[in-house]
């Protein structure tokens, strides 16, 4: 979910008590946010380049980082991770930036090598592999529609592959819901844009925007099967060729995939008429297998293949399990509808539903161990066209694959005990997942997300609300807008146990907002030993750093019971947790009740604890180091009174560590003194360590 509202400029104020304030003018973009930083970034270019001259390890990282850093937490996965700045390579490093609208921002821990036709990459393998994703971006066509172009994959200097690198399911510019025109004018001229802090259309002489105007979305992934096993310490090359003008490796993953699971007591859909070679439709056959094993009360089995499906395909107490996600594709064109749904879609394609709600739902329903591949390159969100969709009761999502859809899963309840794990799902254009009105008892494990171009995993309680479910063990990495993971009201949710890597704009890490016409939140949310990386983003609307969790009373006030303990915030971009309402709606809506507890902060661009609102938050244990401003930056809700801010910080204890500025957490801070600082300069902070 984006960020529809503008917080209007915030009016620098008197301060009292004692205050830090900055003349310093907020940069354009965090790209700027450090120039002592400058030198760093040129010297490490200078040793990951001799690096390469000289030939490079197998370095495995997690979301860019150190394992040891993130032990316990996010997804376990089959594959490891690698990224190319790390490896041997020819071409040239770009990154770190934080800048939005950046191939460098877009890329996982912010850094990536370009390449030019003849350049490489060379990984080591870590560990045995026989198959590898690379993570990637080329160019766009001049007006839009995406180019491909080939990849060569050598290993051991003997040519193993070619992967076909596209741009078409990359590439969104403009306003929300955003375009694939790179030449297109603004979408909503009468909207106000932070790039000439007016609107368009009511401003005279009319400004010229820069086109493409806010491209972004520029990484897509492929995967390949190598066609035999290889041993730790084998060299894989990437090789860009002339097809484009310049190709960007992001990463590699390596995995040990099984052999094809078989099941010959299933019902197989071959049998019914499916195409393995995905050159007829077999959307048919699929509704003819289903429909007799529910006669039968036998599974479904789909074979290795590639199948044509360019619908839903309706699914209720139904098994359909393939020979796992690397073997059995489920691959469908997006297809415009002769006239509209009722529910507003114009196009419809590949995608497993269920029942509506409203029809009862469907029930025990169990996908595992196949992917689905859309074609979706557009976001309309009316449309259908989600991998998953409708309403599943006591069912389960294991093992599957999706990407290029508009939403990997999206739910709609009332609706109960679902289970989704050991899943990826990557490259979309909205969403990876999200539990929508009235999810009750649900959990998603183990669930790997990376390249969302909205949230990666939500729940939205709209109209009724979602209760009872968890997020924990999963990994969101770089959500090009919105956020990793972000809880919009509901009752007695938890997240634990997450790794949330690189959001890029309008949103952060974790989110609990109340808003979107959200139910309030009751109960209690529980959020505990997450780990946060390089978030706390700038937001460019309010042309201020967010939090890397951030909490956020629009249409409501948060009074819930809401507990935070066990996470760990690193290098955020400028603060590590922020509490803050909208401008119009400061003197109405509060947010109370939140607890800190055994955190660990590790570099911040500005301050621990960013609060704009009213009521008041309690931090125990919370330990910090590397801070770059004031520990608490507590402007309240604006109203500035003598007797200090609105918002009230309660020391429980064990609060140790700050920055440049001293103890982050000070007496003179407490309960409630006004250190209002709108945009405080960004210091850089280094990289985490152990702690």
């Known amino acids: 979910m984006s960020l529809p509202a503008r917080w209007p400029a915030l009016a620098t104020a008197t301060v009292v008590g004692l205050a830090l304030l900055s003349t310093a003018a907020v940069p354009a973009s965090a790209a700027g946010e450090t120039k002592a930083a400058a030198g760093e970034t040129k010297a490490a270019a200078a040793e990951t380049m001799a690096g390469a001259a000289e030939g490079a390890a197998a370095v495995v990282t997690r979301a860019a980082l150190d394992p040891a850093l993130v032990a316990g937490r996010g997804a376990t996965v089959n594959f490891v991770e690698q990224e190319a700045e790390n490896a041997r390579f020819t071409g040239s490093v770009i990154g770190p930036d934080r800048a939005a609208y950046t191939l460098a921002a877009e890329a996982s821990g912010r850094t990536a ?98 086109k493409p105007f806010r491209p972004m979305h520029f990484y897509d992934e492929q995967r390949l099967l190598l066609g035999r096993t290889y041993r730790a310490g084998d060299r894989v090359r990437l090789t860009a060729s002339a ?245 919009y009201g509901g009752t007695d949710n938890t997240v634990s146990n997450n790794l949330i890597a690189d959001p890029i704009r309008e949103g952060s890490g974790i989110h609990v907002g109340s808003r979107f016409g959200a139910e309030p939140f009751a109960g209690a949310l529980t959020i505990k030993n997450n780990t946060v990386v390089r978030a706390g983003t700038f937001e460019l609307n309010w042309r201020i750093g967010l939090g890397a969790i951030w909490f956020y009373a629009l249409d409501k006030s948060i009074t819930a019971a809401i507990r935070v303990t066990g996470d760990h915030y690193l290098d955020s971009t400028y603060n590590a947790i922020m509490l803050v309402s909208e401008w119009g709606v400061k003197d109405l809506y509060s947010i109370s009740g939140v607890a800190f507890e055994d955190i660990r902060v590790d570099g911040t661009g500005t301050s621990v604890v960013s609060a704009r609102v009213a009521g008041g938050a309690s931090f125990a244990n919370v330990d910090a180091r590397n801070v770059g401003a004031v520990g608490i930056n507590n402007c309240g809700a604006f109203n500035f009174k003598p007797t200090g801010s609105e918002f009230t910080v309660t020391d429980l204890g064990g609060n140790d560590g700050g920055g440049t500025t001293g103890p982050w957490l000070a007496p003179w801070e407490l309960p409630n003194t006004i250190t209002c600082d709108d945009r405080p300069p960004v210091v850089a902070p280094p990289a985490p360590s152990t702690w």
Not at 120 to 131: D, H, Q, T
Not at 187 to 207: F, K, N, R, Y
Not at 349 to 361: N, P, R, S, W
């Open 113 to 210: 090598v370009k390449l030019t036709p003849g350049q490489y990459v060379e990984f080591v393998l870590p560990r045995a592999a026989n198959a590898v994703t690379v993570r990637y971006s080329i160019p766009d066509a001049p007006t839009g529609g995406g180019i491909t172009a080939p990849l060569d994959v050598a290993v051991n200097g003997k040519r193993t592959g070619k992967l076909t690198l596209t741009s078409q399911y990359a590439y969104l510019y403009n306003q929300y819901p955003f375009t694939n025109d790179p030449t297109a004018d603004l979408l909503h001229p009468d909207w106000w844009i932070a790039e000439c802090a007016c609107v368009p259309s009511a401003t005279t002489p009319t400004p010229q925007i820069d």
């Open 243 to 487: 097809g484009a003008a310049w190709t960007v490796i992001d990463l590699l993953d390596s995995e040990l995939v099984a052999r094809p699971h078989v099941n010959l007591a299933a019902a197989n859909v071959l049998l019914f008429g499916a195409d393995p070679s995905g050159r007829r439709d077999s959307a048919a056959a699929f509704d003819k297998v289903i429909a007799f094993a529910k006669r039968a009360r036998l599974k479904v089995y789909v074979p290795p293949g590639t199948y044509q499906v360019n619908r839903h395909i309706l699914v209720d107490d139904v098994t359909i399990e393939g020979a796992g996600s690397w073997y059995t594709i489920i691959k469908g064109k997006q297809v415009t509808l002769p006239e509209p749904a009722p529910d507003g879609s114009v196009h419809t394609g590949v995608g497993f539903y269920g029942k509506d709600a409203a029809a009862g739902g469907s029930r025990n329903v169990h996908l595992r161990g196949f992917a689905i591949e859309g074609d979706v390159r557009e976001r309309i969100d009316t449309d259908q066209v989600n991998g998953i969709g409708g309403a599943f009761s006591d069912s389960t999502i294991d093992g599957l694959h999706i990407r290029h859809t508009k939403v990997g899963i999206w739910v709609d309840g009332p609706m109960r005990n679902l289970r989704v794990g050991n899943t990826m799902i990557v490259d979309q254009i909205a969403d990876a997942l999200n539990f929508h009105t009235g999810v009750t008892d649900s959990v998603v494990r183990h669930t790997f997300v990376r390249n969302t171009g909205d949230d990666g995993l939500a729940m939205w309680s709209e109209r009724t609300a979602d209760a009872g479910n968890t997020f924990d063990h999963n990994t969101v990495q770089t959500p090009t807008l919105a956020n990793g993971i972000a809880i």
